[in-house]
């Protein structure tokens, strides 16, 4: 199973930035998906997570409102639509896959991570 992330890069507080992952070597249709970030000193965290069918998602409490979840299933992606990014947002963000009741706290197959900064 191979996830691959790209888009990251640096930005001003304030903007939007859109990161996404390619799936390969599972059935991405069957697949919940989802994004954690690890910011520099800090434990990885749970970002969003989306069902298979991509009708339910969920975020952390902090990125609710300004982050967005999708997905396409004839792409095997998935994306990361960031807005309002602040300087707290500044992480490497991995895309994870999993089941969507247990994403959260253990994804069962992890991606590398592409690197998201933003400056104030």
């Known amino acids: 199973v191979q996830l691959q992330a790209s888009g990251g890069g640096l930005v001003q507080a304030g903007d939007s930035l859109r990161v996404s992952c390619v799936a390969s070597?599972?059935?991405?249709?069957?697949?919940?998906m989802g994004w954690f970030r690890q910011a520099r000193g800090k434990e990885r965290e749970f970002v969003a997570a989306?069902?298979?069918?991509?009708?339910?998602?969920r975020y952390q409490d902090s990125v609710k409102g300004r982050f967005i979840i999708t997905r396409d299933n004839t792409r095997n992606t998935v994306y990361l639509q960031m807005n309002s990014l602040q300087s707290e947002d500044t992480a490497v963000y991995y895309c994870?896959?999993?089941?969507?009741?247990?994403?959260?706290?253990?994804?069962?197959?992890w991606g590398q991570g592409t690197l998201v900064t933003v400056s104030s």
């Open positions: 989306i069902s298979w069918r991509g009708d339910d998602q």
């Open positions: 994870a896959a999993g089941t969507f009741s247990g994403i959260r706290d253990g994804p069962k197959y």
């Open positions: 070597g599972l059935t991405f249709s069957n697949s919940a």
